[in-house]
């Protein structure tokens, strides 16, 4: 019997014993039985238990740790939610999905990704020093709109000061490899200072980390992927600043805005691995072609909220974001950008720059209504506009035509208490409407069109749908509840991928049917016990979107968008208990996620063929036990990546994962001036392929990557 199914019925068995059931127990989530807890990405003042969606919060210390442990919030997300892939470990993060789709990351309700040329470094956008808490809202809805597809990963940063004059933190950390080579040696500083003063408060703060290369368990250098980015080599920078303004008992100003760069040092160039051998690649010592790959966040955001306006609560915000992706010019990806007009074959070297600005804004009213309490209504508006282009910052040629994205989205909810709120009825409706113009233009000469490009009539073509969403809620008895919901969520497909790819003549924008929008439809059934020392739950979950979004490799290691009919199921399965030991809690989860799409040569809105690993994350199943008592806490934690073989009418048997299992352990003392922590990922230092080198490029020898070994973060953390 294969071991995914094994594993799910040991998982199953296990949450049945403990009467296990729904949403939210992300280890060390905030703690109750979601009366009292409000997430912000819902787009509501209600708690979590009178929503029919599954959520799960990571509060500020369980969020600390697991950046100490891996490095970074995605990480971290990736860490304690079972169904997110593993990570690559790299800065780019394509092929990294939750529940088999990819995720919006936003930062305060603002959207990180740029989904017109998706460069996949959104969850690169901001230090985990500036963030409070992450927000996690699984499956497909329109709550923020554009790119929930697969849920959203909402990072809250830190708040306004409570108390009155200077307050602040400081973080010192340093982190080595298992052999402690100077190489593998890395730091991070950090701080924030916070004044309040009666009605006024402002937060100031800067993160600066500097990385060394990355090593994997046999004590390689692990390889750099030049093109796409790396975490490792690099430093990053980021500046905060948060600055308040109370209105009256119960309204407030926020101006909020952070810029974040992330720079790759380009010590490095790689060496080819072996697949047939199982050699990873590596890298030595050198100096890339062009300059080194790095990304930039700037954003700003302004908002005004009164939790009491008209006895409800407004919210609204203006903001403005903007970021600056370069890619690393390599060797093995430059017959991508010959023109034998500027150089001859095989000698011109180039790279690319994804440029994108965001300007957007968003405002909502949510009240009971008078004289009959038991129903919320809500009622908003957003509005997006996004221009992305994607340069040749060698030549100054465009690769992608500047693409300008326009949504007007106006939005309804209600949600309606009965039987002394043991029973909810919720739902609504978001009418997105959505422009994008792109102007005549011409593509890319290569090896393949030495001549010259294709030229390509411009257009601007609009599209607008209904979205809906519903679900009831039944809680009998405080702590213990089952919902059902059902959510459509919108998105574009990488329209970037898209126009670049072009390569016949006579083609119109305007009816070109691959830029059309990927509708996907989300439903779910959960059941959760919060009681006592337990807090568990199990979800089922399924989707489709008729006309999905999958990347596929081509002969050139580039990846291009195909569009065909996508289906998704999965079980989702958490259990957290607090033993009779003081302070000693265990938690184990579980996901299995199943996706398939329509690989006919004439596609015929039959499923017949798995998504592969760049497209959906393996089966995991999650083991963890923590302990806080007094100044100590400790936590241990086990990842195992399940074995899954792909199957259909396009598989390559070369990309079947074995699976691998991943041990990190944290103990954390706090003095009387600050706490000290000591880290170690990968425990055991294990030497494993990652999942996404695993199952993709199989004859790519440089892109064949090891995870990380043995590492170690010992930090100094103090508050002020």
Do not use: C
Not at 481 to 507: C, K, L, Q, W
């Amino acid at each position: 019997m294969r071991r995914t199914i094994s594993s799910a019925v040991s998982a199953l068995s296990l949450a049945i014993a403990v009467q296990a059931s729904a949403q939210s127990t992300a280890p060390d989530a905030a703690q109750g039985d979601g009366s009292d807890i409000i997430v912000t990405a819902a787009r509501s003042a209600l708690p979590v238990n009178a929503l029919p969606l599954t959520i799960d919060l990571i509060d500020k210390a369980a969020l600390d740790q697991q950046i100490a442990i891996s490095g970074s919030v995605v990480d971290a997300v990736s860490n304690l939610t079972p169904s997110f892939s593993p990570t690559r470990q790299k800065l780019s993060g394509a092929g990294e999905t939750l529940r088999g789709r990819s995720p919006l990351y936003a930062i305060n309700g603002i959207p990180q990704t740029t989904p017109l040329r998706d460069g996949s470094r959104d969850g690169f956008t901001i230090d985990g020093f500036f963030v409070d808490r992450v927000e996690l809202i699984y499956g497909s809805n329109a709550l923020q709109g554009i790119g929930g597809t697969g849920g959203i990963v909402n990072q809250v940063t830190v708040g306004a000061p409570k108390k009155e004059g200077i307050s602040g933190r400081a973080l010192v950390q340093g982190t080595a490899n298992n052999g402690f080579d100077g190489d593998g040696t890395g730091g991070k500083v950090a701080g924030l200072v916070q004044y309040k003063a009666d009605r006024f408060d402002a937060s100031v703060g800067v993160a600066y980390e500097k990385r060394g290369a990355f090593f994997d368990g046999d004590g390689r250098v692990i390889g750099v992927n030049l093109t796409q980015g790396e975490t490792q080599d690099s430093k990053t920078l980021n500046l905060f600043g948060r600055f308040g303004y109370q209105l009256g008992g119960t309204g407030r100003i926020d101006l909020i805005a952070s810029r974040y760069e992330l720079k790759g040092d380009g010590d490095y160039v790689a060496i080819a691995g072996n697949r047939l051998t199982g050699r990873p690649t590596s890298a030595i010592k050198g100096t890339p072609p062009g300059e080194s790959a790095r990304s930039r966040t700037e954003s700003v955001a302004l908002s005004v909220t009164d939790t009491a306006l008209g006895g409800g609560n407004f919210v609204s915000q203006i903001f403005f974001n903007r970021t600056r992706d370069t890619f690393g010019a390599e060797v093995n990806a430059i017959a991508t950008f010959q023109d034998v007009r500027l150089a001859p074959i095989g000698t011109l070297i180039d790279q690319s720059q994804n440029r994108s600005r965001k300007l957007g804004g968003k405002i909502s009213y949510e009240r009971a209504v008078p004289g009959f309490e038991a129903l919320t209504l809500t009622g908003g508006f957003d509005t997006l506009f996004d221009k992305t282009e994607q340069r040749l910052i060698a030549t100054g040629r465009i690769w992608v035509p500047p693409t300008d994205f326009r949504s007007l989205a106006p939005f309804g909810q209600f949600n309606l208490a009965l039987f002394d709120k043991k029973l909810r009825l919720a739902g609504g409706a978001r009418w997105e409407n959505v422009q994008i113009k792109i102007d005549d233009y011409t593509t890319l000469a290569s090896t393949t069109t030495p001549a010259g490009g294709v030229t390509v009539a411009g257009g601007k073509p609009k599209f607008s749908d209904v979205l809906f969403n519903g679900g009831i809620i039944f809680e009998p008895w405080s702590g213990i509840r089952a919902y059902a919901s059902y959510a459509e969520g919108f998105t574009v497909p990488d329209v970037g991928r898209i126009t670049r790819a072009v390569n016949r003549a006579n083609v119109d924008i305007d009816t070109f049917l691959d830029i059309s929008p990927i509708i996907s439809n989300n439903r779910e059934i959960g059941v959760e016990v919060k009681q006592g020392p337990l807090d568990a739950s199990v979800t089922y979950f399924w989707s489709s979107s008729d006309k999905g979004q999958l990347l596929i490799a081509q002969a050139n290691g580039i990846f291009d968008v195909q569009r065909q009919r996508v289906e998704i199921h999965g079980i989702e399965l958490n259990a957290g208990i607090r033993m009779p030991i003081e302070g000693l809690k265990l938690n184990v989860g579980y996901a299995h996620l199943s996706g398939r799409y329509d690989a006919s040569t004439v596609p015929d809105g039959k499923v017949d063929t798995d998504l592969d690993g760049t497209n959906i994350s393996p089966d995991r199943l999650n083991l963890a036990a923590s302990y806080i008592a007094g100044r100590v806490s400790a936590r241990v934690q086990t990842q195992y990546y399940l074995s899954r073989t792909f199957k259909g009418l396009v598989r390559d048997p070369r990309n079947d994962f074995g699976g691998y299992q991943i041990t990190d352990a944290s103990v954390r003392y706090q003095t009387g001036l600050g706490g000290i922590s000591l880290s170690v990922a990968n425990l055991f230092n294990k030497q494993y392929i990652d999942y996404s080198s695993d199952t993709r490029l199989p004859t790519d020898n440089f892109a064949y990557f090891a995870g990380r070994g043995r590492t170690f973060t010992l930090g100094w953390d103090y508050r002020f």
